[in-house]
């Protein structure tokens, strides 16, 4: 295509070609025909290219041995991989000679990254090196097919005259000496800088008598849940755990393959760069996500990866689409946050799958399982044999016989993951406010509405959740209906009676309206009356005007009564700030700290305040938003590599105070902090210690700032069985 040469084959060649590419199911019977059907060869050589399957990574084979067979002619006899330059360079097709040019570094011939070029090419000026005495001398690369893991394509090239003789080696060990020699100096290195990294020794993994303890029960091959605080390495501990079992591969059994699961692609990314880091040559480790280009090609990065972490979706996907058999093609599997491994959860599908083949196809021999988990949560369970229920239910689902804690060891666990002081403080609610009881009313008038609209679409499952309307208008489960009222209103079909049509449409508009209103209210109690204004007007811009007169004026903007109001001050705040100057500010411009809280929303609005407060203390703490990348950027979403720059910033101490949801409460390497705030917000038992486990540093501090219903939670919390 590059220089016009696939126009001179025949339109019956190409057709040819075609065929043959269909028969090895490169490419679909519809896309053949597609091919088939363009005029030009260049024309019909690219729709080709753009219909491969990325599934079959033989395809530049399989064209390649069908181009000969029809164009032989096309092929001169002087194709070679090579780094000599010929002292005169003759006129020749663009596919003729095949040169290895480095694409990040043209004074560099030796860098791991390379593309094809040809002789004509490299014999620009602008290819060459600025020193005309830097020609590179006439060496070559060796291919050793003993070595090199695409061994089996180079030989077939190899067969099909397409590469000479004299570039394969079979000696153990191969060096590229692209060398440029100039006063007997060697300009050039055989490695780049990424080959000399990948090369360095792996740092030694040490571990405590702790972890140690921790590792036991998976070392002997048992299925085990290891449960250790946040910080105490767990990490660490499973890098151990499989270090080992990769190193105990035996001769007579299968290789062994290793899959370590993260819930979201930026704990997977946290996760991949650890184990590469510790686990050492020839150890290969790789990642997949569903950003990822690769996300479904497991099947085929499994023979050259020995581990492979990946969000479970991954797995689950190429077992829909058949393209993995069944779960045992891995020996181990490792479960980062294993207490997830419940109801309809993405780790209790892919556990399905184990247990199902563990029954079904007793002649599988299924990997063992190693869960990591701060703690198992109880959920709703009050008494102790609940709670045991509640344990036993997640170790059957994981299939696993026994939970891995310290006991020998645990005061060294106590004095190196440091458990800190917890405090609670009680917040007042702000129910007789003016801007509150205008929301409400408003609220109500839209509740109004949406039931009559509900009644108007004639469907039960409408009517019957309209009616289980939640009482308090700020609670989150308030929040949780809106937002289902939404979805099930998305999931009518279109109906041929426009007034159906229409009232499903006004149910999604108000809906919309209650759940902005919803977090407007929660958000009141936490931060200035500006802030909250803040926030609607951004949700009011995003609906559009004629969606507004549809509801009859119904939603109606509460900006002029709040802005007549001249207090401004929320007693909440003053607590906050009270908290971050003992506990954070007095501590020193070394001390860190995170306030979590519940919604994207209050992060915005929380920062922002601390950024602009006449309390220069607070100014120079420099809080930071961090929330998750599930959401997208418009909806207050971070991308992963924002969230690395962030931490990096908290890390170097240039950011402080990072405001977060609750994506910093589960797994990210979040640096050990002075302060942990917990501002109106708790979860369970789970995210309690995780939170808990955040403020690490000798001396820290854990607080929550909360509602007198969110401290009862807290409470209770801490009740539930151990």
């Known amino acids: 295509m590059v220089n016009g040469s696939s126009d001179e084959i025949s339109k019956e060649h190409w057709g040819a070609i075609i065929d043959e590419i269909y028969d090895n199911k490169i490419i679909p019977q519809v896309d053949c025909e597609r091919c088939k059907n363009e005029l030009k060869g260049s024309e019909i050589c690219l729709q080709m290219i753009r219909s491969i399957r ?19 002619n096309i092929f001169t006899p002087n194709i070679i991989i090579s780094t000599k330059l010929p002292e005169e360079t003759p006129k020749i097709d ?11 570094n043209r004074n560099s011939l030796a860098s791991d990254t390379f593309m094809f070029s040809t002789f004509s090419e490299i014999s620009d000026s602008s290819f060459l090196p600025i020193n005309e005495n830097e020609r590179p001398s006439s060496t070559y690369v060796k291919i050793n097919l003993q070595e090199d893991k695409n061994a089996e394509t180079w030989s077939q090239l190899k067969d099909m005259g397409l590469i000479d003789n004299k570039y394969f080696t079979t000696e153990t060990q191969v060096k590229q000496s692209i060398t440029t020699q100039t006063s007997g100096e060697t300009f050039f290195s055989d490695e780049s800088d990424s080959e000399k990294e990948e090369e360095k020794e792996s740092p030694k993994l040490s571990l405590r008598k702790y972890q140690e303890e921790l590792a036991v029960n998976a070392l002997k091959g048992r299925n085990t849940i290891i449960c250790a605080p946040t910080g105490s390495g767990k990490t660490r501990v499973a890098t151990h755990i499989i270090l080992e079992h990769l190193q105990q591969q035996k001769d007579n059994e299968p290789k062994r393959k290793v899959a370590f699961f993260a819930r979201t692609v930026p704990l997977v990314m946290q996760q991949f760069k650890s184990l590469k880091k510790y686990l050492p040559q020839p150890f290969q480790v790789t990642n ?22 990946m969000t479970p979706r991954i797995l689950e996907n190429h077992f829909k689409r058949k393209c993995l058999p069944h779960l045992g093609v891995f020996s181990m599997l490792v479960f980062d946050e294993c207490h997830h491994t419940r109801k309809g959860e993405p780790y209790n599908k892919l556990m399905y799958n184990y247990l199902k083949t563990k029954t079904t196809n007793p002649d599988v021999k299924l990997p063992q399982i190693v869960g990591l988990t701060a703690s198992i949560s109880v959920e709703k369970a009050v008494q102790d044999e609940e709670a045991i229920q509640c344990i ?24 190196t993951v440091p458990v800190p002081e917890e405090k609670m403080i009680e917040l007042v609610e702000r129910e007789n406010d003016r801007a509150v009881t205008q929301i409400i009313k408003v609220m109500a008038k839209l509740e109004d509405k949406i039931a009559f609209y509900g009644q108007e679409t004639n469907r039960p499952e409408m009517i019957s959740s309209i009616s289980k309307m939640p009482m308090d208008r700020k609670s989150q489960q308030y929040g949780q209906w809106a937002v289902t009222i939404k979805n099930i209103a998305k999931s009518i079909p279109r109906n041929e009676v426009k007034e159906t049509n229409l009232s499903v449409r006004y149910i999604i508009i108000i809906a919309d309206y209650l759940a902005a209103y919803n977090v407007a209210l929660e958000t009141h109690d936490l931060v200035q009356l500006g802030d909250v204004l803040h926030y609607l007007e951004g949700c009011f811009i995003k609906y559009r005007l004629n969606e507004k007169r549809q509801i009859n004026g119904c939603v109606i903007s509460i900006k002029e009564m709040l802005e007549k109001r001249k207090d401004n001050q929320n007693p909440n705040l003053q607590k906050l700030q009270d908290t971050l100057k003992t506990y954070l500010i007095d501590k020193g411009e ?3 700290g995170i306030i979590f809280v519940r919604t994207r929303a209050l992060t915005d609005a929380l920062t922002s305040w601390l950024n602009r407060c006449e309390d220069e203390g607070l100014r120079k703490l420099k809080a930071t938003v961090f929330t998750g990348t599930a959401a997208s950027v418009d909806q207050g979403g971070l991308t992963q590599t924002e969230q690395e720059e962030i931490i990096q910033r908290f890390k170097t101490g240039e950011v402080r105070l990072l405001v977060a949801t609750s994506v910093g409460e589960e797994g990210l390497d979040i640096p050990e902090c002075n302060l942990v705030i917990k501002y109106n917000h708790v979860g369970n038992e789970v995210t309690t210690v995780q939170t808990r486990g955040r403020s690490r540093k000798i001396g820290g501090m854990s607080v929550l ?18």
């Not at 569903?290 to 972490?309: A, T, Y």
């Not at 239910?393 to 004095?415: F, H, M, P, Q, R």
């Open 705 to 722: 700032l909360g509602m007198k219903r969110i401290i009862t939670k807290e409470k209770l919390i801490k009740k539930k069985p151990k």
């Open 590 to 592: 070394k001390s860190c």
């Open 94 to 104: 663009a596919i003729s000679e095949i040169q290895w040019q480095d694409d990040n």
């Open 288 to 309: 997949l996500t569903g950003d990822s280009e690769d996300s479904m090609h497991l099947h085929m990065m499994l023979p050259d990866n020995d581990v492979i972490v």
């Open 54 to 72: 990325r599934q079959k990574p033989d395809w530049p084979l399989v064209f390649l041995r069908a181009l000969k067979k029809r164009c032989p």
């Open 392 to 415: 036993l239910k997640v170790c059957g689902n994981l299939d696993a016989e026994s939970i891995s804690i310290v006991k020998k060891y645990e005061e060294e666990l106590k004095a």
